[in-house]
């Protein structure tokens, strides 16, 4: 429906949904249809363990080895057969043998008997559990061991971590430094990943300069490329930096084309709105295909996914807060796919509303604040799209669903913790 043919008994929300251009793509709905039509674009190759943090994990990985690879003690102690414990009151053990982290004991355990292990070293065969050194009382003929253990107490069971043969990390995963400890505990030094996903990056706009040039009337330093190139960095893209878009259409056709021709993706902010010099949705229309445009959330409505001679493209508006906004929900939805990753949706906490808000139905609503300690949070006092510090100086995006209208303080609410959102 065009905006000049609207109803006039049309309600606010009806009115919402379908200014400017079409009806608003609930946020699920829109991470669906990525799903749905596009797929990975990456080949797979082999890297050195050193070399795998943050990228993309291409198969399954099956443990070579049981972790631990033998049983062993938790601490420094003493290890025993718990079936030689008294129940009511404390043992004495004669002492036989002593082992070490690294060395292999000398023998079984006798029943009836104790040994002196420490922390990592392998039990000896028979040792079922382990009493901590504090919790003993040494003595010339033996070890003296308080009643209460209970049995298999501080023992690392042979494949108590991951057993021989299980799966260890699932293909998709985007690799972090625990993913890489896990590995080498498993004894590899090679793993297959998925290779880096290449993205054209552009901002448009005749408004805009590159630092540290100095700024005419009327013109603005161009934040939104440094920030994104930033973002797709942390997740492991190599960027082509494509600069700045001036307000031309049958040049921002020409660059698009040419980007998509050597990249895997193509990443624009700003010019997807419906104003004359937006001129982004347009050319994907023109020299490609629209997917989606416009999403119901606030900020960063205006987001257009498409693809232009079969690479696919994002557009995410040029406002900063929407832009990171936008990408974290939509762009990176989409750079998960295309990449080979399994798309993680940020985990939301609860936290209770320290202000009160008003906002329209129809839309999810996205709130910069700041959580304290005690889980409350407060809003920042300014809030605009254009306000970057909204993203600097808060912690928490309080996301305020599409039926919500009037939020009171006390209220229990939805937040993802701005971190997550960074890459």
Same mark, same amino acid.
């Given at each position: 429906?065009?905006?000049?043919?609207?109803?006039?008994?049309?309600?606010?929300?009806?009115?919402?949904?379908?200014?400017?251009?079409?009806?608003?793509?609930?946020?699920?709905?829109?991470?669906?249809?990525?799903?749905?039509?596009?797929?990975?674009?990456?080949?797979?190759?082999?890297?050195?363990?050193?070399?795998?943090?943050?990228?993309?994990?291409?198969?399954?990985?099956?443990?070579?080895?049981?972790?631990?690879?033998?049983?062993?003690?938790?601490?420094?102690?003493?290890?025993?057969?718990?079936?030689?414990?008294?129940?009511?009151?404390?043992?004495?053990?004669?002492?036989?043998?002593?082992?070490?982290?690294?060395?292999?004991?000398?023998?079984?355990?006798?029943?009836?008997?104790?040994?002196?292990?420490? !922390?990592?070293?392998?039990?000896?065969?028979?040792?079922?559990?382990?009493?901590?050194?504090?919790?003993?009382?040494?003595?010339?003929?033996?070890?003296?061991?308080?009643?209460?253990?209970?049995?298999?107490?501080?023992?690392?069971?042979?494949?108590?971590?991951?057993?021989?043969?299980?799966?260890?990390?699932?293909?998709?995963?985007?690799?972090?430094?625990?993913?890489? &400890?896990?590995?080498?505990?498993?004894?590899?030094?090679?793993?297959?990943?998925?290779?880096?996903?290449?993205?054209?990056?552009?901002?448009?706009?005749?408004?805009?300069?590159?630092?540290?040039?100095?700024?005419?009337?009327?013109?603005?330093?161009?934040?939104?490329? =440094?920030?994104?190139?930033?973002?797709?960095?942390?997740?492991?893209?190599?960027?082509?930096?494509?600069?700045?878009?001036?307000?031309?259409?049958?040049?921002?056709?020409?660059?698009?084309?040419?980007?998509?021709?050597?990249?895997?993706?193509?990443?624009?902010?700003?010019?997807?709105?419906?104003?004359?010099?937006?001129?982004?949705?347009?050319?994907?229309? =023109?020299?490609?295909?629209?997917?989606?445009?416009?999403?119901?959330?606030?900020?960063?409505?205006?987001?257009?996914?498409?693809?232009?001679?079969? !690479?696919?493209?994002?557009?995410?508006?040029?406002?900063?807060? @929407? @832009?990171?906004?936008?990408?974290?929900?939509?762009?990176?939805?989409?750079?998960?796919?295309?990449? &080979?990753?399994?798309?993680?949706?940020?985990?939301?906490?609860?936290?209770?509303?320290?202000?009160?808000?008003?906002?329209?139905?129809?839309?999810?609503?996205?709130?910069?604040?700041?959580?304290?300690?005690?889980?409350?949070?407060?809003?920042?006092?300014?809030?605009?799209?254009?306000?970057?510090?909204?993203?600097?100086?808060?912690?928490?995006?309080?996301?305020?669903?599409?039926?919500?209208?009037?939020?009171?303080? &006390?209220?229990?609410?939805?937040?993802?913790?701005?971190?997550?959102?960074?890459?």
């Amino acid at each position: 429906m065009h905006p000049r043919c609207r109803d006039p008994g049309l309600t606010q929300l009806t009115e919402d949904r379908f200014a400017f251009g079409g009806e608003l793509l609930p946020l699920e709905e829109a991470q669906a249809r990525i799903a749905q039509t596009f797929a990975c674009r990456t080949r797979v190759e082999m890297v050195a363990l050193r070399d795998a943090l943050g990228r993309v994990l291409a198969r399954d990985i099956l443990a070579p080895i049981d972790l631990p690879p033998f049983a062993n003690s938790a601490v420094d102690g003493y290890a025993v057969r718990h079936s030689d414990l008294l129940e009511d009151r404390p043992t004495l053990l004669p002492l036989q043998g002593k082992t070490f982290a690294g060395h292999v004991p000398g023998a079984p355990l006798p029943a009836g008997t104790a040994a002196r292990v420490f !922390t990592g070293a392998m039990l000896p065969a028979g040792a079922d559990t382990v009493q901590m050194q504090e919790d003993c009382e040494q003595r010339d003929d033996g070890v003296l061991i308080r009643p209460g253990i209970g049995m298999g107490a501080n023992r690392r069971l042979a494949g108590e971590d991951v057993a021989r043969g299980a799966r260890a990390l699932e293909g998709g995963r985007r690799l972090m430094p625990p993913d890489i &400890g896990l590995l080498a505990a498993l004894g590899l030094e090679r793993v297959p990943v998925h290779t880096r996903l290449k993205v054209a990056l552009f901002s448009t706009g005749d408004e805009l300069v590159e630092p540290p040039a100095p700024l005419a009337a009327g013109q603005i330093y161009d934040a939104n490329r =440094a920030m994104l190139a930033a973002l797709l960095s942390r997740l492991g893209a190599v960027v082509e930096d494509g600069g700045i878009l001036p307000d031309d259409p049958d040049l921002t056709q020409g660059r698009l084309r040419t980007a998509a021709s050597r990249t895997d993706l193509v990443l624009t902010s700003g010019g997807v709105s419906t104003g004359e010099s937006d001129h982004v949705r347009a050319a994907i229309e =023109a020299i490609g295909e629209l997917t989606f445009w416009r999403v119901a959330i606030k900020p960063g409505r205006p987001v257009a996914v498409g693809l232009v001679d079969g !690479t696919p493209l994002v557009g995410v508006p040029g406002n900063p807060v @929407a @832009a990171q906004i936008t990408f974290s929900l939509i762009g990176r939805p989409l750079l998960d796919r295309l990449s &080979g990753a399994t798309y993680q949706p940020p985990v939301r906490f609860f936290a209770r509303s320290g202000f009160a808000h008003r906002k329209k139905p129809g839309r999810r609503e996205y709130v910069r604040v700041v959580t304290d300690a005690a889980g409350v949070a407060q809003r920042y006092p300014k809030d605009g799209a254009g306000i970057l510090t909204s993203l600097t100086q808060t912690n928490t995006l309080a996301e305020l669903p599409e039926a919500l209208t009037q939020l009171s303080p &006390g209220d229990p609410i939805n937040c993802i913790a701005l971190a997550l959102l960074h890459g």
